[in-house]
């Protein structure tokens, strides 16, 4: 299995100000097809997790561009440029280049 | 837009089925080259992958479930559904069906107890 582990645990940022989550996998994320299979997703208070970014730096449709993702291998990376309030919640990271695990996640407050 | 929507029985007796479907709307379930998924997320927020579909019918299972899990389709219905027998508290979560990994539906609080 590989391991997600995500630090902080928790976050407090003040609105307008930058924040930054890292994932750390336990094995390489490289697939054998050359892609990497790292996603960021925001759960918000009450809803379904929402995909943020995928193959580690790819924005979904839809995601602010504050938001960018970054790394490889084993060390991840989500930046948010300049936070809103709109973006409280958990932050998860996860991985399906092996069998899918997620992180445990990252709250955010302001 | 894609959508799901889970349904069930939102209270299972332990050692029994616990059995959920996903009706899918905006999108085939058939449909190359997308995965169709069932998460679970315990009550203290950890979440857990249990398996998923192939637009093909093909299945792939958490080692940690696989004995107890299957996952099939009725594309007739554009649904595919989740079994998991032999259930415990430890079962206790909310499940989301989801389209591997971008579409997630609302989720369904299942509750094991007697």
């Known amino acids: 299995d590989s391991v997600m582990t995500q630090t902080p645990l928790s976050l407090s940022v003040t609105p307008g100000q930058p924040a930054s989550i890292s994932c750390k996998s336990s094995?390489?994320?490289?697939?054998?097809?050359?892609?990497?299979?790292l996603y960021w997703y925001l759960q918000k208070p009450g809803q379904s997790p929402q995909l943020l970014v995928y193959e580690v730096s790819k924005r979904f449709s839809g995601v602010p561009d504050r938001f960018s993702g970054s790394g490889s291998g084993t060390d991840f990376t989500l930046k948010i440029g300049r936070v809103e309030a709109e973006d409280v919640g958990v932050y998860y990271c996860m991985q399906s280049t092996q069998f899918p695990t997620f992180g445990q996640g990252t709250r955010l407050e302001i | 837009q894609v959508q799901l929507q889970e349904s069930g029985p939102g209270l299972v007796k332990p050692s029994q089925t616990l059995s959920l479907s996903c009706a899918v709307s905006g999108g085939s379930i058939s449909s190359a080259p997308y995965y169709w998924s069932w998460i679970r997320q315990y009550p203290g927020k950890g979440l857990e992958w249990i398996g998923y579909m192939s637009s093909s019918g093909s299945t792939r299972y958490n080692p940690s479930l696989k004995s107890r899990v299957t996952i099939s389709r009725d594309t007739s219905k554009n649904q595919f559904s989740l079994e998991m027998i032999s259930v415990t508290a430890a079962d206790t979560a909310v499940y989301y069906c989801a389209r591997t990994w971008d579409f997630w539906g609302q989720g369904i609080l299942v509750t094991v107890s007697s």
């Open positions: 094995q390489s994320l490289l697939h054998s097809d050359g892609n990497t299979y």
